[in-house]
């Protein structure tokens, strides 16, 4: 793992910023094409006009997120290193409740439908997820706990990770969670296929992702613990989920929102 690709003079460029970047081009791309391929031009039009506000709302978010609700601890006593997203630190599930926040903005004032546009970026989204943990791992952040053996990542000078535990092996928390971003894709894509309730492909989703989340949290070494000996992203997981399942249930009662084809 490298945590810089190259240098321009005295400027380097990290492979944390170049792979996010991607991420948020294949998310982007994906769901861009998942809309034409659904004959929702209308919709395409607007996706590429809210990907510069999503990403700011993203970004704005998950660092809010990392840094009040997660290691406030020493943030408050750094107060340098909170605009330093270049040292990493930046929330998933912060980055999406910032995105779903502008995207919310965005289909009031254009007087669209926000459980079809968020049915069609679900998929995107956890796409481009799997590829921001590939970021992490370049970067040596979202780490998890020594392995207590001789197996794991051993993460090189230089990185959070062999800052906070040294030579210790680490669980391979973030690469996991990348793998279960893959399969969540896999899942969402054969729901696409059934005839689901508007929002439902949306909140199947969310509701994948923090249960896996919330588990493989056992394994992180980089977050704070609270009540529970849970960690922020945990109480954000169950937070999602049990908000998630009220929605579903809300949505169920409502008036047959399915698409013709079958698409959510």
């Known amino acids: 793992m490298h945590q810089y690709i190259a240098h321009l003079g005295s ?8 792979l996010f970047v991607l991420a948020i081009i294949l998310g982007a791309g994906f769901t861009i094409t998942l809309a034409k391929l659904q004959k929702k031009d209308h919709l395409a039009e607007h996706l590429m006009n809210l990907i510069v506000p999503m990403m700011i709302g993203a970004i704005i978010g998950s660092r809010f997120w990392t840094v009040f609700f997660f290691d406030w601890e020493f943030y408050s006593k750094h107060p340098e290193e909170i605009i330093a997203i270049w040292h990493g630190g930046l929330s998933i599930q912060g980055g999406v409740i910032g995105a779903i926040l502008v995207g919310i903005w965005y ?13 069609l970026c679900a998929p995107g989204l956890i796409l481009a997820q799997s590829i921001g943990r590939d970021a992490n791992l370049m970067n040596g952040d979202a780490f998890g706990d020594p392995t207590g053996g001789n197996f794991g990542i051993l993460y090189p000078e230089g990185t ?15 690469v996991w969670e990348g793998q279960m971003d893959i399969i969540i894709f896999a899942l969402l894509m054969i729901l696409l296929r059934k005839k689901l309730k508007r929002g439902y492909l949306f909140l199947a989703y969310n509701i994948f992702y923090n249960i896996g989340r919330f588990l493989l949290e056992m394994l992180r070494g980089d977050s704070p613990r609270y009540l529970f000996h ?5 109480w954000t997981s169950a937070s999602i989920i ?6 579903g249930v809300y949505l169920y009662f409502r008036a047959p ?7 959510a």
């Open 257 to 263: 929102q399915t698409n013709e084809e079958g698409m």
């Open 107 to 119: 289909v009031r004032k254009h007087k669209l439908s926000f459980w079809e546009m968020a049915d």
């Open 230 to 234: 849970w960690t922020a992203a945990q």
């Open 160 to 174: 959070n990770a062999r800052a906070t535990y040294g030579d210790q092996p680490l669980w391979p928390a973030e």
């Open 11 to 18: 400027f380097p460029i990290r492979s944390y910023s170049i």
């Open 242 to 247: 049990i908000l998630s399942l009220g929605i």
